[in-house]
Structure formats: C-alpha cells, structure tokens
Nanobody, 114 residues
Framework: QVQLVESGGGLVQPGGSLTLSCAAS????????MGWYRQAPGKQRELVAT???????NYQDSVKGRFTISRDNAKSTVYLQMNSLKAEDTAVYYC????????WGQGTQVTVSS
C-alpha cells in the first residue's frame, strides 16, 4: 500500500518560513520523481516544484528563489523549504510521486497571514 504523508504545515506570518516534509512508503522512492503541488480555495491545483530521481529540480516561476525542494532517499522523504512566504502562498500543499503511475498525499494546510 502506497502512502505519502505530508507534515509541517501551519500558520505563519508574511516573510516567515516553513519546511514541509513528505514521507513515502510502499514505493521504491529513489526511482520516482517527487513533487509538491498546491491548491488555493477556488483555484486549480498547480505545480510548485519537482525533483527527479537524479536530483534535477524545477520550480514554478512565482516561487523561484524562495522555495527549495530536496530529497533524502535514505529516509524516503521529500522536503519543501519555503522562505519569504507571502499571503498568496496560502493553500493546501500536496506531495506527489510520479513514474508510470502517480500517487498523492492527503495534503497539509499552509496559511500565510498576519
């Protein structure tokens, strides 16, 4: 049974930082492309960042320079370090594992507000 379990969300003030974690089980983690997506109320789910099995990264333009995706294959975990957070970063953040099939986590809420 595949499980992707996100953690680390919460309430943070504008300009603050959060680190999201996604622990995977039931897959051969190191061969999957891992990603973070987000969905704000009333909007479609959108790509935030991805990291391939080889470590290549890709970011949505609005988060470049502020967010960093990384992975620890030994721990089967992918991270999203988020700095200089803005109100428009408020969303539910979802972890994604992609290869021949795609798996999703249940999501973690990130709220940026003063």
């Amino acid at each position: 049974q595949v499980q992707l379990v996100e953690s680390g969300g919460g309430l943070v003030q504008p300009g603050g930082s959060l680190t999201l974690s996604c622990a995977a089980s039931g897959i051969i983690f190191n061969i999957y492309t891992m990603g973070w997506y987000r969905q704000a109320p009333g909007k479609q789910r959108e790509l935030v960042a991805t990291i391939t099995s080889g470590g290549s990264t890709n970011y949505q333009d609005s988060v470049k320079g502020r967010f960093t995706i990384s992975r620890d294959n030994a721990k089967s975990t992918v991270y999203l370090q988020m700095n200089s957070l803005k109100a428009e970063d408020t969303a539910v953040y979802y972890c994604n594992a992609r290869r021949a099939v795609t798996y999703w986590g249940q999501g973690t809420q990130v709220t940026v507000s003063s």
